[in-house]
T-cell receptor, first 109, second 115 residues
Framework: DAKTTQPNSMESNEEEPVHLPCNHS???????IHWYRQLPSQGPEYVIH???SNVNNRMASLAIAEDRKSSTLILHRATLRDAAVYYC??????????FGTGTRLKVLA | GAVVSQHPSWVICKSGTSVKIECRSL??????MFWYRQFPKQSLMLMAT?????????EQGVEKDKFLINHASLTLSTLTVTSAHPEDSSFYIC???????????FGQGTRLTVV
């Protein structure tokens, strides 16, 4: 399975945008990029996913580099409830996810 | 959206006993479910793939005789931790694919504490 690399932690001020980066230099053409987040003592929650084009939904936006070797999850206005560990995962066919270490996002009031 | 539910949310058991954790897909059928384990401050680690009507597929290093998986119906997979020991204390999480979308949904997790 292709590997993803994310910063261990990031901080953001409340109400400001947050850009969470993910590197996946060994991505293959059929790998989907999925983002999940996990709040303390809960299971992961789906955020967004994409293949080649940028994607928007009510939770976030996903910007995918033209060469697909990196992507960025964008939270447009961070709130205290967005404090979580964010995981970037590559999915190749199966929904058997291999989780990396993720990015712990801290939102400052 | 699709909902995956686990039961119980937390359980405390004595060392040497067995504990069963249930994972249900509430509004869809799931031929395949996945079981993960997460230790404190660590990421999720895939344990096994649960297949409806057939044997589970275990990841390398996971003892199949210790972690018994049964997927007897299209909406229920169970994970039984047999002869539990304190080192089995962990957060166990299951997931299943949303048959309509292209994402997997996760249960809320089960916190197992073995004393």
């Amino acid at each position: 399975d292709a590997k993803t690399t994310q910063p261990n932690s990031m901080e953001s001020n409340e109400e400001e945008p947050v850009h969470l980066p993910c590197n996946h230099s060994t991505i293959s053409g059929t790998d989907y990029i999925h983002w999940y987040r996990q709040l303390p003592s809960q299971g992961p929650e789906y955020v967004i996913h994409g293949l080649t084009s940028n994607v928007n939904n009510r939770m976030a936006s996903l910007a995918i580099a033209e060469d697909r070797k990196s992507s960025t999850l964008i939270l447009h206005r961070a709130t205290l409830r967005d404090a979580a560990v964010y995981y970037c995962i590559l999915r190749r066919g199966t929904y058997k996810y291999i989780f990396g270490t993720g990015t712990r996002l801290k939102v400052l009031a | 959206g699709a909902v995956v539910s686990q039961h119980p949310s937390w359980v405390i058991c004595k060392s040497g006993t067995s504990v069963k954790i249930e994972c249900r897909s509430l509004d869809f059928q799931a031929t395949t479910m996945f079981w993960y384990r997460q230790f404190p401050k660590q990421s999720l680690m895939l344990m096994a793939t649960s297949n409806e009507g057939s044997k589970a597929t275990y990841e390398q290093g996971v003892e199949k005789d210790k972690f018994l998986i049964n997927h007897a119906s299209l909406t229920l997979s169970t994970l039984t931790v047999t002869s539990a020991h304190p080192e089995d204390s962990s957060f166990y999480i299951c997931s299943a694919r949303d048959p309509i979308g292209q994402e997997a949904f996760f249960g809320q997790g089960t916190r197992l504490t073995v004393v």
